[in-house]
């Protein structure tokens, strides 16, 4: 039934938005002069993030469990019943942009004038970790796992689960609000409405089950959370405070691996 639908739906967004809620307590210092982290911020993040793992960890077991459980692999089929089967109607490719758009937020805010936690050297070469821990993982589970096909439900299928729009936007988002969240709570909640909208027309899309939906949210939004636990260490095994001219990094991008250049004139 519809109210079912809308329930579902409710969840899925209170779960994502569960995360920032946690990471309130952890993040209250105000940013620097220069808008980077002051060496006390980056002592906090030295600390492992278990707690704020706890949910994108769930997230994703779930959508693990759903894999084997016919339980759960019933309940894809009724949700995509309700929403491609039963109301035909075109696609909207709405997720190929909103998948960005969190991303792109938080530059365009620093271009504004509006300061985020972080640097544009920092701020990119986090975005660029988390970005290369987020598709590292979903290209690898892509190629391994094999869950029950989308539209033939008697066969399995790679490449379905996990879905990769989903956690790039979830990533994104996570990242907007690590970033803006001293700011204005309303920043990185407004970054989690466009990953949860990026969620729910990958299957108004027909292009991928409630639980792939699930996990990539998870898998994104524990990317960044371990992005920023990660590069402390990077930042003071590399740089140690000293100028930076230049630094290329590696990412991943519509099933595509690259390098980034960020350069200081």
Known sequence: PRYTMRILFRIFIMLALHVP????????????????????QWHEHDRFPWKGLIVPAAM??????????????QL?????????????????????????????????????????????R????????????????????????QEPSLHNSDSL????????????????????????HDRSPWYGLAGYAFAAATGYFRMYNDHHWFSDVVAGAGIGIG?????????????RALFNDRKMNALVMPYYRANTFGLDMVTRF
């Open 21 to 40: 809620g946690q990471a309130i307590a952890q993040h209250t210092d105000p940013v620097d002069s220069v808008g980077s982290l002051s060496s006390k």
């Open 60 to 73: 994703t077991g779930y959508g693990f469990a759903a894999v084997h459980s016919a339980s759960l692999q």
């Open 76 to 120: 894809n089929r009724d949700i995509r019943q309700h929403i491609w089967t039963d109301n035909p109607h075109d696609a909207l490719r709405l997720d190929d942009y909103f998948r960005f758009v969190p991303m792109a937020a938080v530059y365009g805010l620093n271009l504004a004038g509006v300061k985020g936690r972080n640097d544009l």
């Open 122 to 145: 920092d701020r990119t070469l986090l975005l660029a970790l988390s970005t290369v821990i987020m598709g590292g993982t979903t290209f690898t589970l892509k190629h391994v796992i």
């Open 157 to 180: 299928a790679n490449g379905y689960f996990p879905s990769g729009h989903t956690a790039t936007a979830f990533m994104a988002a996570e990242f907007m609000w690590q970033e803006y």
């Open 223 to 235: 990317s960044t959370k371990l992005a920023y636990w990660i590069y402390p260490r990077i930042k």
